[in-house]
């Protein structure tokens, strides 16, 4: 009806352009009276309803969002932005490298990254039958994980089988339990290889996962000893027989073994038997072989350890600790002694930046894995399960550790992954500490990961529509007014554009329209 012009009016503008303007000023009194319909009918129920389900979405994704970070360390939402979202939009993958002409340096610094996340086996790591498994019978958890499992029956297969294992019966029956799942399998299989033979093997198994006390499991691997003939067999039962005289109490027996055991094979590094004997001397308080034994070790192009670093840390601590007070050294400055044995605090810190907490009891120990990451959490349970003992032995040694250490953080150059006197952290620790770890402990993280902004964005907008609910369900009211004056201003934009349109339009058309 509105488009229905005088043919005098058609000439002049077309039927065309008429309909078009008439329909823009038609959608903007519908919308007009419709938004002044729609702010006239809502309630104040209406607000409380829409600010409370609002509160409630987003606090629902904040503790999603929490959990997934907690346990995996990354954000939900970021996580699914960039490996769905962003190949979506175009966007180019981090993990890819963009360049296919690589320079060498990136390509020996990715080789780094990946070098120094190498799991290395823990050399003091515990008996699966004779101390794991007692902890599960009291306490009715695991605490070995299936990754930490399974790489040590990699190193198994590694140290005890060979091409030739086929030959023989036993070994090709052990050969097959190494890589069993289930334990009693396992046990079962080295049952069924004795039977046939003496095999060094397995009675290497059954000392790891049958005995039951550290005595029959010394029984069962003197046993092994007598019947072993390879070379990595024989440095394997030496070392974990030194092990059993430890742990038993026949420490000067132990440290014999072990130096016996360093010098018939010195180029076995790959069992740390050193570390072994750190520990041993340390239980003797036979400082001096401690230092030489450092002295030999500290300086070697290969990755240090927590154990060596810290090892040094406490010697130098020794000679300053039983007579260091801060306030005393606040007043007159600290000696050359005091000096050096903070510079190896902060060293041995720096390396490891896990252990203090462990060593000062801020947090609870938990047993060792069998296998550590150099640098991470579990290195620093590793070695505070066993070492810290003889921190406490030197006497204020853990009050000098307690004043200091925190200032190693003040010394690290921002950002924090870059280190002073060592390379790098590893962008892999966490995850690798994840797999190690049980998950009833909460792993240490260094340094501390900034909240991802999904999770402070939700928790912003889950306290903003929770407050805006509390006050609409208190002040209706006033809160009305503010809802309306709120729609009032988001409407506003359509208004002005509105009022662009009418200046530019010719008063002649909006004289006829106004007749019409």
Not at 1 to 22: D, H, I
Not at 309 to 322: E, F, G, H, Q, W
């Given at each position: 009806?509105?488009?229905?012009?005088?043919?005098?009016?058609?000439?002049?503008?077309?039927?065309?352009?008429?309909?078009?303007?008439?329909?823009?000023?038609?959608?903007?009194?519908?919308?007009?009276?419709?938004?002044?319909?729609?702010?006239?009918?809502?309630?104040?129920?209406?607000?409380?309803a829409l600010t409370g389900t609002s509160s409630l979405i987003s606090g629902l994704i904040l503790i999603f969002?929490?959990?997934?970070?907690?346990?995996?360390?990354?954000?939900?939402?970021?996580?699914?932005?960039?490996?769905?979202?962003?190949?979506?939009?175009?966007?180019?993958?981090?993990?890819?490298?963009?360049?296919?002409?690589?320079?060498?340096g990136e390509a020996d610094s990715n080789r780094q990254s990946v070098s120094e996340c190498k799991v290395w086996r823990n050399p003091l790591n515990l008996f699966r039958g004779a101390e794991y498994n007692r902890y599960t019978w009291v306490t009715g958890r695991e605490p070995l994980t299936y990754y930490d499992m399974n790489l040590s029956a990699q190193d198994h297969q590694t140290f005890f089988t060979c091409d030739s294992d086929h030959l023989r019966p036993a070994d090709a029956i052990m050969q097959k339990a190494w890589r069993e799942r289930n334990p009693q399998a396992r046990i079962s299989a080295a049952h069924e290889a004795l039977e046939l033979e003496d095999c060094a093997t397995a009675y290497i198994l059954l000392a790891e996962e049958e005995a039951t006390t550290i005595m029959e499991a010394e029984r069962l691997f003197k046993q092994a000893l007598k019947a072993g003939e390879d070379t990595n067999v024989l440095v394997y039962i030496k070392r974990r027989l030194a092990m059993c005289s430890r742990k038993l109490g026949r420490t000067r027996e132990a440290v014999k073994m072990m130096r016996d055991l360093m010098k018939e094979f010195p180029l076995l590094s790959m069992f740390n038997i050193h570390e072994n004997l750190l520990e041993s001397l340390l239980e003797l308080q036979n400082y001096a072989d401690v230092q030489a034994v450092l002295a030999k070790y500290d300086d070697i192009s290969?990755?240090?350890?927590?154990?060596?670093?810290?090892?040094?840390?406490?010697?130098?601590?020794?000679?300053?600790?039983?007579?260091?007070?801060?306030?005393?050294?606040?007043?007159?400055?600290?000696?050359?002694?005091?000096?050096n044995a903070v510079e190896a605090i902060h060293r041995a810190v720096e390396f490891n930046p896990h252990v203090p907490k462990y060593l000062l009891e801020m947090k609870s120990l938990i047993l060792p894995p069998e296998h550590i990451l150099k640098r991470g959490d579990s290195?620093?349970?590793?070695?505070?399960?066993?070492?810290?003992?003889?921190?406490?032995?030197?006497?204020?040694?853990?009050?000098?550790?307690?004043?200091?250490?925190?200032?190693?953080?003040?010394?690290?150059?921002?950002?924090?992954?870059?280190?002073?006197?060592?390379?790098?952290?590893?962008?892999?620790?966490?995850?690798?500490?994840?797999e190690l770890l049980p998950m009833f402990h909460e792993v240490s993280v260094y340094p501390k990961k900034e909240l991802p902004f999904f999770i402070l964005f939700t928790a912003g907008l889950c306290s903003f529509t929770a407050m805006l609910a509390l006050l609409t369900h208190q002040f209706p009211e006033l809160m009305g007014v503010f809802a309306k004056a709120f729609l009032s201003t988001l409407f506003a934009p359509l208004n002005f554009i509105m009022e662009k349109v009418e200046s530019i339009l010719p008063s002649s058309l909006w004289h006829q329209l106004t007749r019409i």
């Open positions: 009806v509105l488009c229905n012009f005088t043919s005098e009016q058609q000439g002049s503008l077309g039927n065309a352009k008429a309909c078009m303007w008439m329909t823009c000023l038609s959608m903007k009194l519908s919308l007009m009276f419709l938004s002044v319909m729609f702010l006239n009918t809502l309630t104040p129920k209406f607000y409380v969002e929490w959990w997934y970070f907690r346990k995996y360390g990354t954000s939900f939402i970021e996580q699914v932005s960039v490996s769905h979202l962003r190949p979506l939009l175009g966007g180019v993958d981090s993990s890819s490298p963009s360049n296919p002409n690589t320079s060498n290969l990755p240090k350890s927590a154990t060596i670093c810290y090892t040094a840390a406490l010697l130098k601590a020794r000679a300053v600790s039983d007579k260091f007070s801060p306030e005393a050294a606040s007043r007159r400055g600290l000696s050359t002694a005091e000096m290195e620093a349970i590793a070695y505070a399960f066993f070492h810290l003992q003889h921190w406490k032995r030197v006497e204020g040694a853990l009050n000098l550790l307690h004043c200091t250490w925190e200032g190693t953080f003040r010394m690290i150059p921002y950002p924090l992954e870059k280190g002073h006197l060592f390379y790098p952290y590893p962008i892999c620790t966490e995850t690798a500490d994840r």
